[in-house]
């Protein structure tokens, strides 16, 4: 019943609208030809295609010195941030569900000030003020991490929130029923059906974090902008083409992720597919494991 709802929820384009969306389609695809050839001949008039700005990263000292230690910061650093952002986002969005409201209202509390504030203040503030209370330097790898942390495990809570909230009544209910503790049906079916749900989600934010470990440059986190932009530049006097390049690399990292969430999620909905053989019907209204 659901399967037929979902093939009818919008009309199939007919023959005029496909032709319509072809043209449409063609002269989008010439106007970004037309723009890319602009700025390549732009590019081109000001000597930025020259074979000698371009000839460093031929070299291999060039990326053993400046490029793949950069990228190896920022992989770091992006790396143990997603990590205790996934596990902040987890905790907090169980503690704004939480039905003691000592726990709730201080966690949501915590969320909506660190979504709050800008992370480049973030950053300034763990890596200048912790100091005046650890009476201790801060490291720049923790200052950036933590920053990273705080502001995208916050964004993460409230999606795992969402996405706890969109499990039907009914999942938790059954679990309920069958004498499972408030802990346990969050562990065991709310949580996993959230994460699975807002994946999309939780994969855009984590892109975003690996963008944002580039503001580590502020602190002066030896990153890829750092390495790859700044030094690079300052030694060779190609600015636009280090851009150009760690941009590329930054577009490569960033899609692997994607197509790692990607994989992780079919490799999900396999898991989690019902078997195909014949199965006993169960008595009417008697829930069974396979309805949670």
């Known amino acids: 019943m659901s399967s037929n709802t979902d093939a009818v929820l919008y009309d199939h384009p007919g023959p005029r609208a496909r032709i319509r969306n ?16 602009w700025i390549y001949l732009k590019f081109d ?17 060039t990326w053993t010195d400046y490029i793949l230690p950069g990228l190896w910061g920022t992989l770091s650093a992006a790396a143990v941030a997603m990590v205790l952002s996934l596990v902040f986002g987890i905790a907090f969005a169980v503690g704004r569900l939480s039905d003691h409201k000592w726990i709730s209202y201080p966690a949501g509390a915590v969320v909506e000030f660190f979504r709050a504030v800008p992370l480049l203040l973030l950053i300034f503030f763990i890596f200048f ?6 009476l201790q330097p801060m490291s720049v790898f923790w200052a950036l ?13 409230e999606a795992f929130r969402a996405g706890i909230r969109a499990v039907p009544r009914g999942q938790s209910e059954a679990g ?27 994969v855009s934010q984590l892109v975003v974090l690996v963008k944002d470990t580039a503001l580590g440059y502020i602190i002066s986190y030896p990153e890829l902008l750092q390495y790859g932009v700044n030094n690079v530049a300052a030694n060779f006097g190609n600015v636009i083409q280090a851009a ?10 960033n899609s692997s992720l994607t197509a790692l969430a990607g994989w992780l999620e079919r490799r999900t909905r ?12 169960a ?5 069974t494991a396979a309805t949670i």
Request: proline share 8%.
């Open 22 to 37: 072809g043209v449409l389609t063609v002269l989008f695809g010439v106007v970004l030809l037309g723009l890319a050839y």
């Open 45 to 61: 008039e000001k000597g930025q295609w020259a074979a000698a700005l371009w000839k460093p990263f031929t070299e291999s000292s």
């Open 129 to 134: 003020g912790v100091p005046f209370l650890t």
């Open 145 to 157: 991490v933590i920053a990273l942390t705080l502001y995208n495990g916050s964004v993460l809570a």
């Open 176 to 202: 309920y029923a069958i004498g499972m503790r408030k802990s346990q049906v969050m562990k065991e079916i709310l949580v996993p059906q959230a994460a699975r749900a807002m994946l999309p989600v939780i």
């Open 244 to 253: 150009i390049v760690v941009a590329v690399i930054f577009i490569v990292v």
């Open 270 to 281: 396999r898991g989690g597919r019902a078997p195909k053989g014949p199965q006993a019907p």
């Open 283 to 287: 008595p009417t209204g008697e829930v």
